[in-house]
């Protein structure tokens, strides 16, 4: 007698967290290959006799094969796109594809450094000029692995890799350096980690944390925290918190989300041995951040179906998890928060006290105008400061023969625009995404039986709309040049 | 017909967004304004022409487009507050800052202006038209054809455009063309003339660049 699998009504959390990895490893992956396809031509470009199969050649082939096993179910994933019931063995079968692919791509992005002709865009140096606007402290950045992207310690780096600690110091001297992933060298929606690492910056430089350590957390309450856990993780969980603040400070909710998206895509929780190099558990992180953010009076429900998704990714792998690994992680959750909840108010108080650009409600607002402008198309660099109608009003008013060229030009002066903030433009990329991508996924995988996948639509998306945040920030920076050349000295 | 000073801004505000002209950013309208065009910036993109590996450019090559950028050419891409200097008898891409989207009754065309022009700068050498229903950054030819090596900074008031309304409206727009191959770029585009289908159709094979 067969048994007749059960199926199962699609939970909308469930989907919503599904599309959320989906899209995630789609991009990963377009954005991988799209890098391997320009090294593959500049290999044939520039060594005519290297046209036989080469290193990129294999690593694109491997990436390939990895992504049509993922794709034998196309069929699935175009079924649940579309609201319609798997059994859990098809459920099953999706998410064991979605997570090979990830892997390799994961795997493969390790080998990107060895790769030539690349280096940090320009934009994400003016992104924290413009957030931070401290030109006391520069800090360069660097194309590393993902798995030591975002770090602020390239000394720490440099450790893991054996280098002398005489070499380090030569190597790290003029200036800070940020790590990026190689693989988000082109996206503008992931820099804002870079706004937390650029936090630690301030934080070593005006010692936050280090203060708020001596002053505020009593001993006991940091050797408890330390003996359950490790030695230093008290005072390290504090300065993540406050770079954490710093981020959310000058970027606003979208500070949290490359974090929440790249959490999510990873298979599974890191235990407490891996996680504990000084983050605070993620639900702690993003429950202080968004207490934060209200402080300011900024609202976060644009971005809360991404908290509840993350909310729910996480509670199912911490339920994956061994037993021990699990008690683990909990009782350093709670150590953390335990730890974190009577000091950030302090943190909250030093980092508001740092004299950076507020991200207000106001900034939400214009970045939910921009992401209509970004979805037409177009760059989202900048503003009138008058409304079309009383442009054309002014126009309207003025006759030839009857005007001075003064009063043409006043008119005239309600076209001039204002440049946005960075943190506008990365904030609107960011709602942009979270509201694009579902369709995208629809034109990626169309039908229901899932022939005919297009994933070089995904690839073009994304690469269309990297492009545009690119030139937005590249507008808003040479905009921002121009008028202190017109401004008068 | 030639749009006036007047009939530009109008355009810029139209209600209508089937007539409406976008041009973004506009930073100085009092600077940027002509009686019958607008002028326009320079990006911080470049694409330098190379011919140290190359004997000739044969117009009827067939390799991957892509292939011709990186052997014909090294793109720069500058910080707003850096220079890029143009030396005598070079030439090189360059872009608009500007973002341009023209509706399907307008087209237009890209000059240069005639104060670099006295001192050797040439802006846009053979393709300054620009179809109704582009959208994207205008990509231009830039050459120095004076004596003395001419220092360039992003931002720097490049050219100027003049817009033309058309006595009807397009029937296939720019945007709709079949083969467009510069829509909605936002950095400097290259020669795609290798996606044409004389050239992609064709047999014939560069004897010195196999």
Known sequence: MSVTPEVRPVNALERRRFLYVLSEALEKFSRLRQI??????????????????????KLIHYLEEHCQMFLGNSGRVARLLRDEPLNEAEERAVTHGLRILI?????????????PREAAKPQASFLLQDCFGRKDLQASIVLTNLFSAYEYRFEDILEKVNV?????????QGGNVLCQAFGDKDNPLAWAVLAHEYGHVLDDHDAISKKILQKEATPGQVDDVTRKVEPDFGAAVIAETVADFIAAHVLGPASLMPILFVEMMQPKLRGVRRISAGHPPTPVRV????????????TISDFEPVFEAYKLDYQRKLKDMDKDQRDGLEAMEKEAERLLSPLAKEIARKVSSLGLRRFEERDLRSARTLQQTLASKQPISSRRSRSQEDISAG????KGGEVTPEQVYAVLAGLDEVPVPGSEILSAGWLYRLSSFEDVLMKTFPGETGQNVDLDAYGKYVEKTDGLLLKSLELADVHAEVLRRLSPA | MLLSDIDIAKRLVDPDPHKRLVVTPIISAKEQFGPSSLDVRLSTDFQRLENMNRSHIDLNERPAADEKVYREGKRIILAANES???????FVLASTLEFFRLPGDLAGRIEGRSSWGRQGLLVHATAGFVDPGFAGVLTFELS????????????LRIGQVCF?????????????????????????ETSKAAYDPEITKGSHQDQNNP
């Open chain 2, 144 to 155: 120095n054809a004076g004596r003395l090596p001419i220092k360039l900074t992003p931002g």
């Open chain 1, 164 to 172: 002398e600690q005489e070499e380090r110091m030569a190597l790290t």
């Open chain 1, 287 to 298: 429950q202080l951040v968004c207490e934060y953010l209200k402080q300011l009076g900024v």
């Open chain 2, 84 to 90: 890029f200097f143009l030396h005598p008898d070079e």
């Open chain 1, 103 to 115: 892997v390799h791509t994961l795997q493969i992005h390790e080998l990107l450094l060895l790769l």
């Open chain 2, 164 to 188: 033309f309304q058309m006595l009807t409206r397009s029937l296939v727009p720019y945007y709709a063309k079949h083969g467009a191959k510069y829509f909605e770029a936002t950095t400097v």
């Open chain 1, 395 to 398: 126009l309207s008013s003025l």
């Open chain 1, 36 to 57: 391997l396809r320009r090294q593959q031509v500049f290999i044939r470009a520039e060594h005519a006799e290297g046209r036989s199969a080469t290193a990129v050649d």
